[in-house]
């Protein structure tokens, strides 16, 4: 893909450029809430629909695959349409898929709008970022790093307790109904206010590494989703959708680094090591924090008893710290190398995923999960303007979007393969401790004859499976602190930033 030789200069002040922050801030947070606010309303929304947990997963799987495949074709999208264009009608679109989802009355309606909202999404948060960079001059790169990682960061982690009041006090509909005040707002505003930075380049269409992309991200998506439910390569679906996306993905690579004649993606930004070694930084990430958001909720909500208003209130704790923490490393990050931010906030990951690990028990109460979660949340406000700005360091203007699809996509995938890797994880732990467990409730047991003296065989089975589960929540997390510690060496194959890199957008 060959961007536009002239970049205007779209900088902006005074009262304009805090209404094109408020409304970029507003649609980037319309989706980052998006990725997790329906976690905790499934269970409401399978029973309203009258839809099985299996049929129930499509509503988070939809979304999620149409997100994935557009990911990569935003720099693509903006240089053919125009950024501001492409921008303001991804926001529309968004929305008006918004009210269809919160007007559904059967699955297919809806499954059919996330899909919708999910492709006019994925390139709001890439978008957002490369505007916010372009709104503020040049030396103030770290605070649009800043306020863009709030409001990254801050989206995934505010979803579940929002969901859980919306789902509780009122209704499931408001999980989606809610973004129509934002999502007009930004659209109105960034319509009549925001500057494209460069015209829009009509070139060439490239169907077929589009079809390919499509084809590879959309399986490998279906794959981690729907493998566990399926019993993963002893189901002839899973296995055909494994051999389409590697064959889809194979031939896409050959296809845009030696045939296309306008590649839709510029693969070749790979060959930078920064950008190599940051996007998979970024999919440790992705993995690290989605993936909690995958097991507290269902762990708190199901072993513990949690209402999803007191289980989505845990995430809080975990954003409280990144508010706090992100001015603080904004102000640092032109002092500090990024490479020593981003080793420290793995350590802090990890370490906090330790803690919660520790905590993992059948009486823990909220308060109990404190140490950990904030820890974390320290630990995530040193990773994404670090990691940013050391892609930054190591890219060119024209390749700043190119890298930044690149670890934006990272993420997303990190997170889909850690959900995916942790239910597998789960339910292999759970059965393991089930059959050790259960090996030592005998009659000679002195424990076991005295419970059964006032309760059932079948209470105690359940009384097992449930220490079961409790002990695969904890081994759960601990893979996440395994992976946050086995992800520091990375940082090493980072190079240093410049000191006066170009500003251009990288997407954590």
Known sequence: MNAPEEHRDVTEHGLRRVLIVSAVMAAALMQTLDATITNVALPTIQGNLGASQDEGTWI??????????????????QNRFGRRNYFVASIAGFTFASVVCGASDNLGVLIAARVVQGAFGGGLLA??????????????????QGIFALGAILGPAL?????????????????????????????????????????????????????????????????????????????????????????????????????ARAPMVDLRILGNRTVAAGSVLALALGAAIFGSTYTLPQFTQGLLGFTPTLSGALFI???????????????????????????VGFCMIAAGSVLQARVTT?????????????????????????????????????EG???????????????????????????RRETLYYQV??????????????????????????????QAQILAYGDATMAIALLSFACIPLVLFMRKPKPHAAPVAVHA
Not at 317 to 342: E, H, N, Q, W, Y
Not at 401 to 423: D, E, H, R
């Open 437 to 466: 467990l259960a090996g030592t409730q005998t009659a000679a047991n002195a424990a076991v004859h005295q419970y059964l003296e006032h309760g059932s065989l079948a209470q105690l089975a359940q009384l097992v499976r449930s």
């Open 317 to 343: 704790l975990r954003a409280a710290p990144i508010m706090l923490a992100t001015p603080f490393v904004v102000r640092l990050s032109g002092r500090i190398d990024a490479r020593i931010f981003l080793g």
């Open 127 to 144: 978008t957002a970022q490369a505007i916010l960079r372009d709104t503020f001059p040049p030396e103030r790169l770290g605070t649009s």
């Open 362 to 398: 059948s009486m823990t109460d909220f308060w109990t999960f404190a140490p950990g979660l904030i820890l974390t949340g320290f630990g995530a406000a040193f990773l994404y303007v670090p990691l940013s700005i050391a892609v930054l360091g190591a890219t060119t203007l024209s």
């Open 159 to 259: 979803g579940p307790p929002l969901g859980g009041i919306l789902v509780d006090n009122y209704a499931w509909n408001w999980v989606f109904d809610i973004n129509v005040v934002p999502g007009l707002f930004s659209a109105i505003v960034l319509f009549a206010l925001l500057k494209d930075p460069a015209q829009a380049h009509h070139g060439p269409v490239d169907f077929v590494g589009l079809l390919l992309l499509a084809t590879g991200l959309g399986s490998l998506q279906y794959v981690l989703t729907e493998g566990e439910l399926r019993d993963w390569f002893a189901d002839s679906v899973i296995a055909s959708m494994t051999a389409l996306s590697a064959v889809s993905l194979t031939v896409f690579c050959y296809w845009e680094l030696f045939r």
């Open 60 to 77: 988070v799987t939809a979304y999620t695959i149409a997100a994935i495949v557009v990911i990569p074709l935003t720099p693509w999208l």
């Open 401 to 427: 979007p190119k890298a930044g699809a690149f670890v934006n996509l990272a993420t997303q995938l990190g997170g889909s393969i850690s959900v995916a890797g942790l239910a597998v994880l789960l339910d």
